[in-house]
């Protein structure tokens, strides 16, 4: 089985101060990381500041732009599509990401994609708000604790509302705590079953660079507000069989800034080895 991230020796590592996690990890094969300071230029010469983490896989290297952001919790805006997407398939909220149709509620948005009927499938790619909204009360609090609790997601603090915790609540992650779950939905070893991982997996929007393929989510809190302020990308880049799972986040106050988040993160995906 290819090795996970030991988060006790990674998070030692790469955040200045942070608490240990309550899980561990069995098997789990020593990584070397390191601090690569030139990938933080990408985000200087943008005008911005940011973070990014990638753990290659077969390298069994963990990489950071830096030391402190890297294990600084933020709200995880709309990449909490992840696990939302899956904890519906896997409870029954929704069925099917092709077939089970989101009605438009018909109050007009800002962001126009929303303003129209919605599967799964479409609704991770235009990061409908509305329709994970509606997920997530489909849901429950109930059911979204314990699922948020088996995937140690984060700080796994779902207060605030059950349609807001991920966007305006008390859920906050890391990018280190990003990599390690993204990894483990990567390698479908989360504790639910194999389908809602595999479906999950496949709807995650694909971009291709060259003969390399990125399966990511983006995150940009504010967004369903029209006041953007933070952005994220996580996922994981694949070059023939190589993987590299990383996460990406950046001040985004100025609209300009929003598409340069898959443009960073190919930059910096780029700089150390993955595409």
């Given amino acids: 089985m290819p090795p996970v991230i030991n988060r006790r020796h990674a998070l030692g590592v790469l955040a200045a101060a942070t608490i240990l996690p309550a899980r561990s ?55 909490f599509k992840i696990p939302n997407s899956l904890i519906a398939l896997e409870t029954g909220a929704v069925e099917d990401p092709d077939k089970d149709v989101f009605k438009w509620d018909g109050v007009t948005r800002p962001i126009e994609a929303w303003n129209k009927d919605h599967t799964l499938r479409s609704a991770i790619a235009a990061s409908v708000v509305p329709v994970y909204q509606e997920i997530a009360r489909r849901i429950g609090e109930v059911r979204m604790q314990k699922y948020v609790d088996l995937f140690d997601y984060g700080n796994r603090d779902i207060g605030g509302g059950i349609d807001q915790f991920w966007l305006t609540g008390n859920l906050r992650i890391d990018p280190v ?22 479906l999950v997996r496949d709807i995650l929007p694909v971009t291709k660079v060259g003969d390399a393929v990125i399966r990511a989510k983006s995150g940009l809190l504010g967004a369903e507000r029209g006041e953007p302020s933070l ?38 995906l780029k700089d150390i080895g993955a595409i």
């Avoid at 705590?177 to 595999?198: A, M, N, T, Y």
């Avoid at 952005?231 to 993987?243: D, I, L, N, Q, T």
């Fill in 25 to 79: 990890f069995a098997n789990v094969a020593a990584q070397r990381s390191e601090i690569r300071e030139s990938l933080a230029k990408h985000f200087l010469e943008d005008g911005t500041v940011g973070t990014f983490v990638g753990y290659k896989i077969d390298d069994y290297l963990i990489i950071a732009s830096d030391k402190n952001r890297s294990g600084e919790a933020k709200l995880p805006a709309s990449t």
């Fill in 177 to 198: 705590q990003q990599v390690d779950f993204v990894d483990r939905l990567r390698r479908g070893v989360l504790p639910i079953s194999k389908r809602s991982q595999e």
């Fill in 231 to 268: 952005g994220w990308m996580v996922g994981w880049a694949e070059k023939g069989s190589a993987h590299t799972v990383f996460a990406l986040n950046m001040d985004c106050p100025e609209p300009r800034l929003i598409p340069e988040r898959m443009v960073l993160t190919q930059a910096c």
